[in-house]
């Protein structure tokens, strides 16, 4: 057949095959460049002044969203801070007070409920053992006769394993230790869930419903703004009053003092004390995350 | 290969996908009916997806304590299925023994097939598929190598972009009448082989990695991944071929799923022994470990939803194996249906269900949470393996005709048996 012959190269419609493809690539090369510029970014790595106009876009969406005026902070990481964690176990009766004001200052979902903090009843005699705790222990009155209590968030590994899994970089874990998530690159996939050895991780599994009037307004961009449906949530240590000079909430509201924070690099700090002078424990040690979290029995 | 001109290059594709249509839109009864069997799972399945993407993942029975159910279940068994391609193409082209090389196409067929379905069960699976691109640099960012999900991402799609070069090259090239270019297929079928291996053993290292889970953080985990998919992917393909050489005039040799059948015995007596052996570890030292092996065999106090189904994988493994290691039995037709049928519940059972819910159960924290498929999962992923089927069955549509020389593009036939060129 005629048109089944060769034709002869000269005839051929793209006579710079190699000035095309240049021109390709470099339109591929400038799309690429202006969504990875101007797109969705992960915070992680998100320039400083590209992060203040994602900070006043948030602030504007939940003014809209919920009416009230927000403050979304983007402080980093101070300096020769190293935040760590104490708990005494013979001093927690286990009230679970620590559990809602956690709920209502970092905004976490009112229905379905969402709780960072899991206080665990656990026998006397047995120890700590998961095996046998009781996360929905509910008697008239605490502490309950036999019993004693272990509440359970975020232990802000060194070596966090949900770091490790991730397979966006969607979390991660700040200069001062604070393990993050970035709520607008996490994918849901839960893998971090499956790798946390703690429980630490939440997802909103439907959409997160929290009315305006409960709305906490002073934010962090890695902490407490509203989450969306489908993403992972977990303890910051309140960063959005850590990082502040303030306590975490749960510290303020616990009424027998157990909890306890601050820099473990200020040699003057009470959770240095705690460390150097108490008897220290901390969860699941052989599995080697290194956790920020300790717990002490008072000695 | 000398290098064709565009033009005809185009007009020759042009041929091939417009006979394939014309392939796929005849059919009998039989096969429309099949069609729309598939037609109907796959729009109830879009609905429940729908319902789902529109509620979130609430409409499953997945919660945090249980992160992951039967979505994941299934992606794991179909990993299991995609890579057991490579006990066909093992034998066909390292031994070049024929009666097995004549079907190495269907088992890379089924290998595309299941690499859809374990790509769609994961965007089922994920809560924001709409930042799926979160995955893909430039735009977005992989995580590698540190995450195994990361890992897992890349393998699957490597391998399904191996199969998937050397499927159609061979049924293209055999289209239009000529042998498949060797120096292009056999290091792609080099590659495929640790490929296979690598897939099945990324997935279980993704579990495997997990110190938080102790039934999962054991080393045996990715031999027995690979011993259990060395039973379940021939046992569909058995089927497969049977039906095929029933219904088309495809020439199959008993020889060829005999060998296949024993080989799964072989496959099938190292999975019960590796499972033997991780039974006897846990019962014996009994730690506190035990937990996530008494919960699936025995039921924790009053929690055993999942009792029955251990059971009954452990009935249909150690019945297979019976059947297939008999010559007798597995020379039965019968029999050896029923070995097949066997083969693939039980796996199908102990890589979905028991591999991923006595993972999590008790969680981390020592609660128990009975984990149960919810309908919107059931219909869902009833939906992605009807796209698996219906991708199978359309592929097998145009693959049948083209390797029985029935299909070929007539106006340039070089060889004059297609056949003969795709052996």
Redesign the interface.
Known sequence: MAS?Q??PRNANACAHPSRRLFTISAAATAA?WI??AC?PK?LF?APKDRLKSLISDLELRYRNEYGKDVHVSDAPAMPGVQFAYALDISRCIGCRRCVYACVEENNQSRD?QVHWI?V?SMEKGKGV?????D?YYHPAQVPEEGHFYIP?SCQHCQDP?CV???????TWAEKDGIVVVDYD???????C???????A???????PVLPAAELNPNMHYLGNRPR?????EKCTFCIQRSRAGRYPACVEICPVGARKFGNILDPASEIRYIIEHKRILVLKEE??TVPRFFYSYAT | MPLEHPVRSIRRFGGFTRGSLELILRGNRAYWLWMAFLGALIVSGSLAYAAQVHIGLGLTAMRDQVSWGFYIGNFTFLVGVAAAAVILVIPAYIYDWKPIREIVIYGELLAISAISMCLLFVLVDIGRPDRFWHLLPPFGHLNFPSSLLAWDVLVLNIYFVVNFVVATHILYRAFHGKRYIKQLVAPLVMLSIPMAVGIHTVTAFLYNGLAARPYWNASILAPQFLASAFCSGPAILLVVLQLLRRFTRFEIRDEAIWKIAELMAYAMFLNLFLHGAEAFKEFYSNTQHLLYTRYWYLGLGSHHTMVPFAWAAVACNLLSFGLFISPSMRRNWITLNIGCLATYAGVYIEKGMGLIIPGLTPDTLGEIYEYYPTMTELRVAAGVFAVGFLLFTLMLKVAVPISLGEFRDNKEAEAPDAAAALA
């Open positions: 089944e060769p034709v690429s969504l990875t797109g992960r790595e379905p899991r665990l053992d998961f095996s046998h705790a996360p359970v394993p490790k899994v991730c397979p966006t970089g969607a690159w996490c994918i849901g996939c839960r893998y869930m499956a790798a946390c050895p703690y429980g991780r939440h997802f909103n599994w439907t959409a969306a449906k489908g993403v992972v599995l080697n």
